[in-house]
């Protein structure tokens, strides 16, 4: 391909200046923050959508193939493992993240008080059960949730969270390894056959321009806007930042569900147990370009057999923590129903947020979009007349946002995903942690597909089999289901363990599968295939079924086929969005309806991330920044903890002339930036920080409450803001002092630098 090898920076990422731009007063809405309309200031945060696609194409075209774990010690770029990017790009992909994301340049002089780290952890080899897996590989080395943290400036105890899944790649490393195994294995279930099958679904030689990386470029795009809105305003965020590329999401279980192993880890791992570090919202990134407002394939003259049109743009599901248990979310930890009345406000603002962004859009576009495929399928010959330019229509209205990007809790209508257990956001929406999922079209179903109602169910459940369904591929079918999917041709009842099929080809016991559609969606593994039948054949299951699925539905493979696709490359999001492989400008412009479909949901994720209840707008600091996390984030099992105040910044986002001043909560107390401390016994600490410059007149201070050693007992009743009273201000500051003048006393040398400061 001629794009193979581009440059690292095409035009788009060139920075775009920070002149002042007034929003529309429309987007004033309750829960999404604004200020007046006045000289020099902005009203909202406003997404630069040339530089998430530029992002998009320099990501998607450079780091291909992204395997977690599988690319070379992370914490050595120059290590001979670690592939080349056209080869394994995981490594490069999360560098150049870090690498926007530091940078002062394009993220504005804002970037100077964040500060990015690695959470390393190592993934498990798949843990397979069927005799037929005959190798069963390692990862020989550590993945990674890379975290951006900018600390909040009134309430840094509370976080909020703008996630996106790096890894590229659905391909089981079983069946990679046996494809390597010398045995030669031909196993049908992942021997070289389903090898070959499988590896020509992956994102070899493409990057998962639509599947993942959309998603991380668009969490790029918000935290850029939010940035530039509060560096025009001189304003600062009032609780916590955080960006994170949540890892090893693409792992596939023996089910054929994804791992999400990232996920997992960041809410078991990096969450703290107490008051403080509790997050306010998530937004987490998937698959989008696919999405409303383009049309598909750039027009409403889609591949079927309405001859004068009328098919609809593509979906985007938006979907936001259920404030109540249901089928797929029963809250049996009760996380849910804790959480509920923040989860019902957080519903409430999400729905305003998408709201004011359908408006400001609206405004800006003239309230249509274009349909940039001018061919027409009620004309004659391959090319249109030209009395049928290429039409704008209708946009950003209320009727469409309802029909096509609605919010809805998860589990209550079709998700983003296959599944929507599936999704990292179900590993936060379990812990009833107010946040969405936002997303384009995944697999197909009636929904889903480009038919209008008026067309058959017959005929609309069938044509596409997947548009990506994680597989990271796109296919076009001919109403034939391909080999491995089939239907129930009788009804199954929850706890039956066998079931009946339609057809067996390529069903094959040890084979994942996955049964009906929608909410009533669930995942297996056959046990055992029997023979054809008057009422079809016989399919054992290993394990009993959850709920009753009715004759007719489909009962497919876990695992893309083979049949029409095409991969996930940049080329083709365009030409599924716009009718097109690239815009007018040349093979590396953007489509216009790409570009608004990745625009409109980066602009709602902002304006709500900005909303008060959220990260808000308070006025910039005029003193020194504070803030702590611990190693480990959860010290459940040790008395020993390491606490990092690197986060800490000066008002010019440096470090020098800061001293620190800790008490650890336990009658006594440290200094310095990074320390450790070991507790007599297990115990909630009320750890408090106290940082300040040379002159001793702008005290910053943070607290936050270390259930130290799985301690018993309720967490202290700390405010979860990590703020302090005016007493415990003072007698901190006292303290610190007292703590810094035996130091310098003691240690002439310090004096002396302290006289230079």
């Known amino acids: 391909m001629k794009l193979l090898h581009v440059l690292r920076r095409p035009r788009w990422l060139v920075v775009i200046g920070c002149a002042a731009v007034l929003a529309p007063a429309a987007v004033l809405v309750s829960g999404v923050a604004a200020t007046d309309d006045v000289a020099s200031s902005q009203a909202t945060p406003l ?6 696609y530029g992002q998009l194409f320099d990501m998607a075209y450079n780091d291909v193939y992204r395997v977690s774990g599988a690319d070379g010690p992370p914490t050595d770029p120059s290590s001979p493992w670690n592939e080349p990017a056209t080869v394994n790009g995981w490594q490069e992909f999360f560098q150049h993240w870090k690498q926007q994301l530091s940078d002062k340049t394009v993220m504005t002089p804002m ?13 498990l080899p798949e843990q397979r059960t069927n005799p037929n897996y005959s190798f069963n590989p390692n990862y020989p080395w550590d993945s990674d949730d890379a975290e951006l943290t900018l600390p909040g400036a009134t309430c840094p105890g509370q976080r909020v969270l703008l996630a996106a899944h790096p890894d590229g790649t659905p391909v089981s490393p079983t069946i990679v390894g046996e494809v390597n195994n010398p045995t030669g294995s031909t196993s049908a279930v992942n021997g070289f056959g389903a090898g070959r099958r499988t590896l020509t679904l992956s994102n070899i030689a493409n990057g998962g321009a639509y599947d993942d990386t959309s998603g991380v470029t668009m969490t790029m795009g918000e935290y850029q806007a939010l940035l530039r809105w509060y560096s025009i305003n001189g304003t600062y965020p009032s609780k916590t930042l955080k960006v994170a590329l949540l890892d090893a999401s693409a792992g596939r279980a023996a ?22 570090g509790q997050y306010a919202m998530f937004a987490e990134m998937n698959a989008n370009g696919m999405s409303y407002p383009a049309y598909h394939l750039g027009t409403q003259y889609f591949w079927n057999n309405l001859a004068n049109g009328g098919v609809g743009p593509w ?18 930890s009760g996380n849910i129903a804790a959480n509920s009345a923040a989860i019902s406000q957080f519903d409430s603002n999400l729905k305003s947020s998408v709201t004011a962004a359908f408006a400001q859009q609206s405004a800006k576009y003239g309230g249509t979009v274009p349909q940039e495929n001018p061919l027409r399928y009620n004309h004659t010959g391959s090319a249109p007349l030209p009395a049928v330019p290429t039409p704008d229509v209708p946009a950003y209205t209320a009727p469409e946002q309802a029909q096509y990007s609605p919010v809805h809790p998860a589990g209550t209508a079709p998700e983003a995903m296959a599944s929507s257990t599936q999704d990292e956001a179900s590993i936060f929406w379990n812990l009833g942690i107010p946040g969405f999922s936002v997303g384009g079209v995944q697999d197909s179903n009636i929904d889903e ?11 609309r459940a069938t044509p596409v089999l997947q548009y990506s369904g994680g597989g990271t591929a796109f296919e076009l079918a001919s109403n034939v289901p391909a080999a491995g999917m089939t239907t129930l041709a009788a009804a199954s009842a929850a706890g ?64 893309g086929q083979p049949i029409g696709f095409t991969g996930d490359t940049l080329e083709h999001l365009n030409f599924f969005a716009a009718g097109a492989p690239h815009g007018l400008d040349g093979e590396t412009s953007p489509t216009e309806e790409l570009l608004r479909a990745l625009e409109l949901p980066s602009q709602y994720t902002a304006l709500l991330a900005s909303g008060n209840d959220y990260l808000g707008a308070v006025p910039a600091p005029t003193g020194t920044i504070a803030y702590f996390e611990t190693s480990p984030v959860r010290p459940t099992s040790t ?28 009658g006594t107390s440290g200094t310095g930036e990074t320390v450790t401390h070991t507790y007599a016994s297990a115990q909630w600490a009320d ?52 703590a810094f003048r035996v130091k310098t006393t003691a240690l002439p040398s310090d004096v002396a630098k302290e006289g230079d400061r």
């Open 687 to 738: 750890v408090k920080l106290v940082v300040v410059k040379g002159d001793q007149t702008k005290w910053g201070m943070y607290r936050q409450a270390v259930a130290v050693n799985s301690p018993s007992g309720a967490a202290p009743a700390t405010p979860a803001c990590g703020t302090f009273s005016t007493a415990e201000r003072n007698a901190l500051i006292a303290a610190a002092k007292a």
């Open 47 to 52: 997404v630069d959508r040339d530089y998430i």
């Open 255 to 276: 089910d054929g569900t994804y791992l999400r192993e990232g996920a997992k880890y960041y809410v078991n791992n990096l969450i703290p147990q107490g008051p403080q």
């Open 496 to 559: 039956d363990t066998n079931v009946k099929v339609a057809s067996v080809t390529n069903l094959v016991a040890g084979q994942p599968f996955f049964v009906d559609t929608g909410l009533n969606l669930e995942t297996g593994v056959i046990s055992a295939v029997g023979t054809a039948g008057a009422t079809g054949t016989g399919v054992t299951l290993t394990a009993s079924l959850t709920r009753a699925h009715a004759s007719g539905v489909p009962f497919n493979v876990n695992q």
């Open 111 to 123: 970037a100077k008080y964040a500060t990015i780290q690695d959470h390393y952890f190592h993934r």
């Open 449 to 459: 597909n480009p038919y209008p109602s008026t067309i058959s169910a017959a005929i």
């Open 639 to 666: 008395k020993t903890v390491t606490f990092d105040a690197s986060f800490a910044r000066t008002l010019d986002g440096g470090k020098a002339g800061l001293q620190y001043y800790w008490d650890f909560g336990d």
């Open 315 to 332: 979906r985007t599901f938006i979907t936001d923590t259920p404030s109540a248990p249901n089928t797929i979310y029963p809250d049996s």
